[in-house]
């Protein structure tokens, strides 16, 4: 299955391994062009474009309007639309977004409906299948209310932390578009800083700091039901004697060491995420083109397919059971239209949850005296036990690690996501730093350096 370069062949896999035919449709779009963009748009480019602004407007406008907060298409279409995939960016902005009173509806071909997300109270948007002029409904969940953040003063240097905050909200730490920080020390909130147009009850998607918040859900699984993380993957696609998949485990899946093969190189993954193909239907298709546990390759799939083997009890118990217990109560997990939760990256939070998950490590999985992780699960995903990635990070189980960094402390665990998604947490200091951003692509946020200063001045 390789070219005369050795590299993986996209083609003689896709006829290699039965793959359903819309998603051929999709996956082509999502492969590394080759050749000059031609002048007229592929159709499947057609297709992942309206998906992506359907369920990007879907997902700000209606998340932010049951958080209590108000975001409009203009809006999205400034930040979120901005500076995306570039096959897809000039596509995206000439398109135009229908809001209806639960959806969105973007069309995309004259012959075929226009692209459909839905948004359900509790549970987020969900983009249907290309061609699906409906979704059947589904059940809303009601959220409890959260308990407000305990507030304190800052200890350390106010100078120097207003400095470290201004930079943050302007371009000290690289040319990206910060819109919140939160700081949270000894589980008081002591600052925090918005973009205009955002605030404390504006969700923003999430992207791969989702991964992070998966861990977490697989080990309140295991601590639930006692599943063992270093046991095989229950994944049932994979049950057939012989398959040597079977023998992939769940950390190996955490730790992005799971031999398999994805859609592209890196982490994309077009197809489930704008264009309607459900989870079952292509993650777990994918072969293996390493031996399990012997090497890092950063891919969704590898999440995916995590969370896609503790299915049945997060049916039994949804996440939403476990976000409302820690208060983070403008957090959307959002799933594909055959009900498979998304979360490598669809989930959609507020700056103030995604420091309420870095404080539940901070207190090493105990929320207000529960214990809801395992016993030394912060341990457990900060240990680079794994083949690790190159770079100025390593990787633990979900979760990334400043043990390679300069002026902060070893101990020190990161969530991020695309578009300058952070969440820091340095258990040694009983200290959360979340940093959201819509950072058009080459435009990064240097969150090392971030972190550095943070922590001078709260010291």
């Not at 959307?332 to 239209?337: A, K, L, M, Y």
């Not at 100025?392 to 665990?413: C, F, H, I």
Request: aromatic share 6%; with cysteine; charged share 20%.
């Amino acid at each position: 299955m390789t070219d005369a370069s050795g590299r993986v062949s996209v083609a003689v896999m896709l006829q290699s391994f039965r793959i359903p035919g819309a998603a051929l449709l999709l996956l082509a779009a999502a492969a590394p062009t080759l050749a000059q963009t031609p002048p007229v748009p592929r159709p499947a480019d057609l297709a992942m474009a309206a998906g992506y602004k359907a369920l990007m407007v879907c997902g700000a406008v209606f998340n932010a309007r049951e958080a209590g907060a108000e975001r409009t298409v203009e809006s999205v279409e400034t930040h979120e639309l901005v500076g995306i995939y570039p096959e897809l960016d000039p596509l995206v902005r000439g398109m135009t977004a229908d809001v209806g009173e639960a959806e969105v509806r973007v069309a995309w071909d004259p012959t075929l409906p226009p692209r459909l997300a839905v948004h359900t109270p509790g549970r987020g948007c969900v983009i249907a299948p290309v061609g699906a002029e409906a979704l059947p409904p589904r059940a809303p969940v009601r959220r409890t209310d959260s308990t407000p953040w305990p507030t304190a003063a800052p200890r350390g240097d106010a100078a120097a932390l207003e400095t470290t905050l201004a930079g943050a909200m302007g371009d000290a730490y690289g040319p990206g578009v910060t819109t919140a920080v939160v700081m949270v020390q000894d589980g008081r909130l002591v600052a925090e800083r918005y973009r205009e147009g955002f605030g404390p009850d504006t969700p923003q998607r999430t992207w791969s700091v989702a991964k992070s918040l998966a861990g977490t859900l697989v080990g309140w699984v295991a601590h639930r039901t006692g599943n063992d993380v270093m046991g095989a993957a229950a994944i049932p696609e994979w049950s057939t004697p012989g398959d040597p998949r079977g023998a992939i485990t769940v950390d190996q899946l955490m730790r992005m060491s799971s031999g398999l093969t994805s859609d592209t190189a890196g982490s994309r993954t077009d197809a489930l995420y704008f264009g309607g193909v459900a989870i079952a239907e292509q993650t777990p298709g994918w072969p293996l083109i390493a031996p399990p546990g012997a090497r890092y390759r950063y891919a969704n799939n590898d999440t995916l397919l995590a969370i896609h083997s503790v299915a049945p009890a997060l049916a039994a118990t949804p996440p939403e059971t476990f976000l409302d217990r820690l208060g983070m109560t403008d957090t959307f997990v959002e799933t594909d239209w055959r009900g498979g939760y998304m979360l490598s990256s669809q989930v959609w939070s507020t700056a103030r949850d995604l420091a309420r998950l870095g404080q539940l490590y901070v207190q090493d999985g105990v929320w207000e005296g529960e214990r809801l992780l395992p016993e030394g699960w912060r341990a457990y995903v900060g240990d680079p036990s794994g083949p690790q990635p190159t770079g100025a990070l390593g990787y633990g189980a979900t979760v990334w690690l400043m043990n390679r960094s300069e002026g902060v402390p070893a101990d020190t665990l990161a969530a991020q996501g695309n578009r300058g998604q952070y969440i820091v947490i340095v258990p040694s200091r009983r200290l959360v730093l979340v940093r959201r951003g819509e950072d058009p692509a080459g435009r990064g946020f240097d969150i090392v350096a971030f972190t550095r200063d943070a922590l001078a001045a709260l010291e």
